[in-house]
């Protein structure tokens, strides 16, 4: 594993951590697929979301290759107690080391390994890997988003009337709207929030929306990846993320082109 020099860095020129964080996705991931197929014991933590051996395996890797390939750099997973010192540091490594294990355990396919590394609370190297379904996204700041290789770009839809939306179906409810009228959307549902924010970049689904508290480890992945693939991601109240602070909890997601997110911020109720 190439172990990088700790320096400066403006929000440039992070290719080098970007293929470190590449490969040590990929191993975990395959890793976790391995595990999967073997048999894997599963339990629900004490805030009731479930976590299982191959959560803690996989977090276990990605902190060994990240923090030795990167050194001096700070860690946050959702898996890990987090670590205060990191939170004075510039570099901080954001994981998910399993996103969606109800689904990995369920043997759905809708899970992934996810990283990003921030500066300064902002993402500037992203992955992650859908080994079920053989999709590696990508993206370094400045150096777009990819799929398999594939460059990415989210849709170019300006209006949600007949948008395709990532999300529960509830967010049709005529509460969650000014007016009381939802516009005429359709619904798709993942499980991982991370590969909700993929399939805006692919421009598979044209905006991606989730209420309630998300935490650091759910967005930062999937953020870098929809901006560089030319969209925008915000929280519920219109503003843009920054992670690593005192609090890891977000207060919802809202991702796609800037026009949607717009429209978005208009009709929603915000307080929903």
Not at 26 to 37: D, P, T, V
Not at 59 to 74: F, H, K, V
Not at 115 to 144: C, S
Request: proline fraction near 3%; aromatic fraction near 6%; glycine fraction near 12%.
């Amino acid at each position: 594993m190439q172990v990088l020099e700790t320096r400066k860095h403006d929000a440039s020129g992070f290719e080098a951590e970007h293929r470190l964080l590449c490969e040590a996705v990929r191993e975990a991931g395959e890793m976790a697929l391995k595990m999967f197929r073997a048999g894997v014991d599963a339990w629900d933590k004490r805030d009731g979301t479930p976590v299982s051996e191959a959560d803690l395996a996989v977090d276990r890797l990605l902190a060994a290759r990240l923090l030795e390939g990167l050194p001096g750099s700070g860690w946050l997973s959702e898996e890990t107690v987090r670590d205060e010192e990191s939170r004075s540091r510039r570099l901080v490594w954001i994981v998910d080391p399993i996103d969606g294990t109800s689904a990995f355990v369920a043997g759905t396919g809708h899970w992934c390994v996810g990283a990003a590394l921030t500066l300064d609370g902002k993402p500037v190297a992203a992955a992650a890997f859908a080994p079920e379904q053989g999709r590696f996204y990508e993206a370094v700041k400045g150096g777009g988003a990819r799929l398999n290789g594939d460059v990415l770009k989210v849709s170019d839809r300006s209006g949600l009337d007949g948008a395709r939306i990532v999300a529960h179906k509830s967010v049709l409810s005529r509460d969650r709207w000014r007016g009381g009228h939802a516009p005429q959307m359709t619904c798709a549902m993942t499980t991982s929030l991370i590969l909700r924010h993929c399939l805006v970049a692919t421009g598979e689904c044209d905006a991606t929306i989730a209420f309630g508290q998300k935490s650091d480890w759910d967005l930062a992945p999937g953020d870098l990846i929809v901006c560089e693939a030319g969209g925008a991601t915000r929280d519920m109240t219109g503003q843009a993320f920054t992670y690593n602070r005192d609090s890891t909890r977000r207060t919802g997601l809202m991702a796609g082109p800037s026009a949607l997110l717009d429209e978005l911020g208009e009709r929603l109720h915000i307080s929903s």
